[in-house]
């Protein structure tokens, strides 16, 4: 089938490079010339696992193709809307203008029968504003969520674990939602669920399942600020609860907490939407969520701060991370460098090491000292901050090796990701998070 992908950032060069990789003829529109350039080469503009072969065999198929010119979208027969939505400049609420100029945009190339597929994630009542418009065409608005993790995108946009799709009632509606079907066939196929509903419930299975998530996480951190007064410990009893599956273990890492492009933000529009609809008592608590978050954060500078006697100044800090989290070089929120921009306002010598995020924080906070080397960012170190568990630092990094290369022997262990009990045999003063 032919597609056109409108916004070509994380979430549409993705979904562009998958489509094209189970057989459709895809054309990824955007307006930023040189991410089409790249793009067009074949090369992904950010880290993620597959993204690069998936281009790559895209383009060479001409199957793929990526260009600024919006008319190219003329004669497919889905139109996808994976544009940004991000929060206001000045305020919570989610910034519509990259949808509406995408849809703006759309309107003249768009012919009868043609289904346009909202991806983006907007605050609930947005499909329903842009209907009128491109209805008015003779195509169908249609809303597909798109639930992709960072690190695992091109994994969740060809083998989801459910699909969305959000229809008008009326037989164009149902009409459209079997396009989709074609669409993501292999899915399908597999007998994934595909859940056919309204607009607004699609637009809100989105945004409920983030805050959900983000909640998962914030009650877990909760948790561990009562273990941090009461002596309690956090990971064990995240495993306890967890074995419940009606908890399940997974999303109870507590920790510094999430950060990224989506948790976040769409919490916060969340709650603007809320309040906009009359509402906001009702989500009241996702601002609970959202201080809680931030609160860890506060915490692991603080672990670092009393782990020194009260100053941290001229102190050799090794923040091992900067990404918001593993396998991902997205430094959006993120609650590592968070951390290490607070410790170096209180004159500590904070070095950072990353195995994939360091060119993009260093474009965003030049002032911080970025070693590329593991090892060589661990040299002289007076402690140690483990703020983004990739397996080079959570998995690989022995207490015995790392205590022949830093100074100190403090570790801060802002994932609870390291066996604590191994670290203080090898001689560390061991910190977790919501842990004796
Ligand atoms: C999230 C959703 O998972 C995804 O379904 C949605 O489409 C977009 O938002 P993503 O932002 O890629 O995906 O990251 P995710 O893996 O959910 O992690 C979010 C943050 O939570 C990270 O900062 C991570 O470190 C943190 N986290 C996660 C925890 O602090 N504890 C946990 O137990 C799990």
């Known amino acids: 089938m032919r597609l056109s992908v409108i916004g070509c950032g994380y979430l549409g060069a993705v979904h562009a490079a998958a489509m094209a990789s189970i057989g459709h003829d895809v054309v990824g529109i955007d307006v930023d010339r040189r991410k089409v350039d790249a793009l067009s080469r074949g090369e992904a503009p950010f880290f993620e696992p597959d993204l690069q072969e998936?281009?790559?065999?895209?383009?060479?198929?001409?199957?793929?193709?990526?260009?600024?010119?919006?008319a190219e979208a003329a004669g497919a027969k889905v139109h996808f809307i994976g544009v940004g939505t991000p929060q206001q400049k000045d305020g919570y609420a989610a910034d519509l203008t990259y949808v509406n100029a995408a849809v703006d945009g759309l309107l003249p190339y768009l012919s009868p029968g043609d289904v346009v597929a909202g991806k983006s994630t907007v605050p609930v009542?947005?499909?329903?504003?842009?209907?009128?418009?491109?209805?008015?065409?003779?195509?169908?608005?249609?809303?597909?969520?798109?639930?992709?993790?960072?690190?695992?995108?091109?994994?969740?946009?060809i083998d989801p674990d459910r699909l969305v799709v959000g229809v008008d009632s009326g037989d164009?509606?149902?009409?459209a939602a079997d396009i989709?079907?074609?669409?993501?066939?292999?899915?399908?196929?597999?007998?994934?669920?595909?859940?056919?509903?309204?607009?607004?419930?699609?637009?809100?299975?989105?945004?409920?399942a983030n805050a959900f998530l983000a909640t998962k996480i914030s009650f877990i951190n909760a948790m561990a600020e009562i273990a941090e007064v009461t002596g309690?410990?956090?990971?064990?009893?995240?495993?306890?609860?967890?074995?419940?599956v009606r908890i399940g273990r997974r999303f109870l890492g507590a920790g510094i907490g999430f950060g990224g492009g989506c948790l976040p933000k769409d919490i916060r529009a969340f709650s603007a939407r809320a309040?906009?609809?009359?509402?906001?008592?009702?989500?009241?608590?996702?601002?609970e969520v959202d201080a809680?978050?931030?609160?860890?954060?506060?915490?692991?500078?603080?672990?670092?701060?009393?782990?020194?006697?009260?100053?941290?100044?001229?102190?050799?800090?090794?923040?091992?991370?900067?990404?918001?989290k593993p396998y991902s070089d997205d430094i959006r929120d993120s609650p590592a460098l968070d951390v290490a921009i607070?410790?170096?306002?209180?004159?500590?010598w904070v070095t950072i090491t990353d195995p994939a995020a360091i060119e993009n924080a260093q474009r965003l906070h030049p002032q911080l000292n970025y070693v590329a080397d593991r090892d060589e960012a661990l040299r002289e170190a007076d402690a140690i901050v483990l703020v983004t568990e990739w397996d080079e630092y959570r998995r690989d990094l022995t207490p015995e090796h790392a205590a022949t290369l830093t100074n100190g022997r403090v570790v801060i262990d802002g994932r609870n990701g390291w066996d604590a009990a191994a670290w203080r045999a090898a001689g560390w003063t061991y910190y977790g998070m919501g842990r004796p």
């Open 54 to 70: 998936l281009l790559t065999a895209g383009v060479e198929s001409g199957r793929l193709k990526f260009t600024t010119d919006m």
């Open 180 to 208: 989709l079907r074609e669409v993501y066939h292999p899915a399908v196929a597999k007998e994934t669920p595909f859940i056919v509903t309204d607009r607004a419930t699609a637009e809100l299975v989105k945004v409920a």
């Open 172 to 175: 164009d509606g149902h009409a």
């Open 232 to 244: 309690a410990d956090v990971t064990q009893l995240a495993d306890a609860i967890g074995h419940d």
């Open 125 to 157: 009542g947005t499909a329903a504003d842009l209907a009128p418009r491109i209805e008015a065409t003779g195509a169908t608005l249609v809303w597909n969520p798109e639930f992709l993790r960072e690190g695992y995108a091109v994994k969740d946009t």
């Open 275 to 287: 309040e906009e609809l009359g509402r906001g008592e009702s989500v009241a608590f996702l601002r």
């Open 292 to 324: 809680i978050n931030l609160r860890r954060r506060d915490r692991a500078v603080d672990l670092v701060i009393n782990a020194f006697g009260g100053s941290v100044f001229k102190k050799n800090v090794t923040l091992l991370g900067a990404a918001f």
């Open 342 to 348: 607070r410790l170096h306002g209180l004159g500590a």
